[in-house]
């Protein structure tokens, strides 16, 4: 069983609308937490980084939230653009090494249409 | 945007065909990784590197092998491919200065008929 669970698998959204992507782990020891948006043909590119003592970070239009007692994240994205479409893919690293495990959630396909 | 690069985009080839997928980084960076990838599915790590001379097989069974003589260089070779090998393949690359955020390169589309 995977260790990071996200949802939905896909959704499709109007430009202009915001919508909210769900990230649920089991990973333990937790290090910290990704997002990172991977456009079609091309490798993820890191959005945001949430450790264990943050509960909100914003980047631009994407807020990211954290809840380590339920071990919960999610990405926000506001007035969302057509460049939005791709796939958003929650990564989170434990602490049982120097390098951190990494585990890698499936990702949620988000599709903005005008 | 990130300063590593993979090469071929895309690679058709035919079963038994030995290939190697190149992978560069100008960055720096010491760890080196290589995840392979099919649709909808999680990135699985199949090569790691520390560092030069460094190299260590990742969670999923590969029969491919890689090498780390340069720290900006990180090859994967395949001695025989084989159809089961089509997948989509990225290299990354991390550094403690970048709290070990993943750089990645644009990927190989490997398709072995």
């Known amino acids: 069983k995977n260790q990071v669970e996200q949802s939905p698998q896909s959704l499709i959204i109007l430009e202009g609308k915001n919508c909210t992507l769900q990230?649920?782990?089991?990973?333990?020891?937790?290090?910290?937490l990704r997002w990172y948006k991977q456009d079609t043909g091309r490798g993820p590119v890191s959005l945001t980084i949430?450790?264990?003592?943050?509960n909100t970070k914003s980047n631009r239009r994407y807020t990211a939230t954290l809840d380590a007692d339920t071990k919960q994240s999610s990405l926000h994205i506001t007035a969302s653009q057509l460049s939005d479409s791709a796939s958003y893919i929650c990564v989170v690293s434990d602490r049982g090494s120097t390098l951190g495990r990494l585990y890698f959630g499936r990702g949620t396909q988000l599709t903005v249409w005008p | 945007e990130a300063d590593i690069y993979q090469t071929p985009r895309y690679l058709v080839i035919g079963t038994g065909k030995k290939i190697t997928l190149e992978c560069s980084q100008t960055m720096g960076h010491d760890k080196m990784y290589w995840y392979q990838q099919d649709p909808g599915m999680e990135l699985h790590l199949i090569h790691y590197?520390?560092?030069?001379?460094?190299?260590e097989k990742g969670d999923l069974s590969s029969e491919s092998t890689v090498s780390r003589i340069r720290t900006e260089h990180f090859p994967l070779t395949l001695e025989s491919a084989r159809p089961s090998h089509t997948s989509q393949y990225l290299c990354?690359?991390?550094?403690?200065?970048?709290?070990?955020?993943?750089?990645f390169g644009s990927g190989t589309q490997l398709s072995v008929l």
């Open positions: 590197s520390y560092g030069v001379n460094s190299t």
């Open positions: 990354a690359s991390s550094d403690v200065a970048s709290n070990e955020k993943l750089f």
């Open positions: 949430m450790t264990f003592s943050e």
């Open positions: 990230c649920n782990y089991t990973v333990s020891p937790f290090s910290n």
